[in-house]
């Protein structure tokens, strides 16, 4: 087992980089504050999956468990479902002697780690991601949300979970696109701060398509302690350095938006990647030997670098004009002056912007 603390504001706590759940789950909560009673929030087929291991680890521990389920869609982190998880819990555990344990992807992860920041003004969450993507990302930091009929991630607030435990053995069972995705969150965290993990993937690309164990667990400890030092050095995303684990995602947020969300988050980030990694080579940031570097990895990890969705150009504009990164007016982006060196560039001229991703997006009507 890896252990990798993270030390924030809010709290100190546990990242487990682990391949025995029901061995190194119950070690951790015993020594910790926590209610009697677990509430585990998933979907009914990851209850299926895993739901007994989890269980045997809690019952371990001392804790009576509870299992809600949400329907297994990207559609239930919404605000009417955080409500009516509320009600649910206040059924199966009275008081406040109660935790959320959030099992699964990063809709599960933050649908239970928004609820946990308002039920009775905030109680005890772990993590215990299923998914590659929120092995290495979105279940370490703090941020939770839901989306609103106004807008997605609306709602939200920082919360740092109390724990998180990341089973390398569950993805075992991952289809081969939710692995895709998380590789590229991966490849990005080499991109934006460790050229030696850049160098890791060069030469153990295969091993982690045949998901060996000892290959998987190094790629998910390291990309989770680049973000654990991210997130230490600015939790609550004032000081613009978090603003770096956004590479890419100007433009794969605009990207899903605008492909009416046919295009999956990863498949949106690797193409926002490759668009950064294009627009940092014509401002002269980034050399040409780096640049075919990425695009050489990123093909042979797989990822793609070129969509024929058909898109409008006037949605892809709309959705980066009103991008939250922006600050005093000015549209910020991060790019790359080379592999590990992130930078952030305002107002990008318009006209390059739409060339870079006319490129990558051969279906922009």
Not at 41 to 59: M, N, Y
Not at 95 to 104: I, M, N, P, R, S
Not at 137 to 145: F, P, V
Not at 184 to 211: P, Q, T
């Amino acid at each position: 087992m890896k252990t990798i603390r993270v030390k924030t504001q809010q709290r100190t706590y546990s990242i487990l980089i682990t391949g025995d759940l029901r061995r190194d789950l119950p070690r951790s909560v015993k020594r910790m504050d926590l209610g009697r009673r677990a509430v585990v929030v998933t979907f009914p087929r990851l209850k299926r999956a895993f739901g007994a291991q989890v269980r045997h680890a809690l019952a371990a521990a001392g804790k009576t468990t509870h299992f809600l389920t949400v329907p297994d869609t990207e559609k239930s982190k919404n605000a009417a479902e955080a409500l009516r998880l509320t009600q649910r819990i206040a059924r199966c555990a009275q008081g406040k002697d109660v935790f959320l344990v959030a099992l699964g992807g990063g809709v599960v992860g933050d649908l239970a780690g928004f609820v946990a920041s308002i039920y009775k003004r905030g109680v005890a969450v772990i993590q215990v991601p299923t998914t590659l993507l929120a092995q290495i990302d979105s279940s370490i930091g703090g941020k939770t949300a839901v989306d609103a009929p106004w807008g997605k991630n609306m709602l939200g607030a920082f919360y740092q979970p109390s724990l998180v435990v990341a089973d390398i053995s569950f993805l075992r069972r991952l289809p081969d696109r939710q692995l895709l995705a998380g590789l590229a969150e991966a490849v990005k965290y080499a991109l934006i701060k460790d050229e030696k993990l850049f160098g890791f993937y060069e030469k153990n690309r295969h091993r982690i398509f045949a998901r060996h164990a000892g290959t998987l667990k190094e790629m998910v400890s390291r990309c989770a302690a680049v973000k654990a030092r991210v997130v230490e050095q600015d939790e609550f995303d004032k000081k613009d350095i978090r603003i770096i684990l956004n590479f890419g995602h100007t433009f794969a947020h605009a990207f899903e938006a605008a492909s009416d969300y046919r295009l999956s988050h990863g498949e949106a980030v690797s193409l926002g990647m490759a668009c950064a990694a294009d627009t940092s080579r014509a401002l002269g940031l980034l050399k040409k030997k780096d640049h075919e570097r990425i695009l050489a990895l990123m093909a042979a990890m797989k990822l793609p670098v070129r969509c024929r969705h058909k898109m409008a150009w006037s949605r892809i504009q709309r959705a980066i004009a009103y991008d939250k990164k922006h600050k005093r007016g000015k549209r910020r982006f991060v790019m790359l002056k080379g592999i590990g060196m992130p930078c952030i560039v305002e107002d990008i001229d318009r006209g390059l912007l739409r060339r870079m991703i006319q490129e990558r997006l051969t279906g922009i009507s």
